[in-house]
């Protein structure tokens, strides 16, 4: 069944027009830098709702497009969008000290796309978005 579930995903992403794909896309980068601007009062250091919106994209996006929104929100935030944590854009941010933990978006939400089932369980799917979150503090 899951391999009926997967060609069927892959069919309907190749028949989708380009704009509704471009559109998705645009959209769910807005979603993911939406999240970075709202923070969590935490210890030592505050949360942002970053790392959850990656996960929920990563259940509910084929990879494909998960992985595209992500590299299109890092690539909003090099040219200087402020989509940052803080309103901040630039690409010295992406050489800087936060570089890795934002090019770690890309794995975590490639990782939770390509791993979810179409029959997961809850334990699965959580190990799942926790083992996704180490490529961000490597």
């Known amino acids: 069944a ?10 309907y992403e ?8 471009l ?7 807005f979603l993911i830098a939406i999240s970075a601007q709202i923070r969590i ?24 497009l998960a992985i595209s929104a992500v590299l299109a929100y890092v690539i909003e935030g090099g040219m200087g969008f402020p989509v940052f944590q803080g309103m901040n854009g630039g690409v010295h941010y992406l050489f800087g000290t936060t570089a890795g933990y934002i090019v770690g978006f890309i794995p975590l939400v490639a990782i939770v796309s390509c791993f979810k ?5 809850f334990f699965w799917l959580t190990g799942v978005c926790f083992l996704s979150t180490l490529p961000m503090y490597v």
């Open 14 to 21: 190749t028949d989708l027009p380009k704009t509704v794909f």
């Open 23 to 29: 559109t998705k896309v645009i959209l769910l980068s």
């Open 41 to 64: 009062p935490f210890w030592p250091v505050p949360m942002t709702l970053q790392t959850p919106t990656l996960m929920a994209i990563g259940l509910v996006c084929s990879p494909g």
């Open 2 to 11: 899951s391999d009926v579930y997967k060609r069927q995903i892959q069919k």
């Open 117 to 121: 089932k179409t029959e997961s369980h």
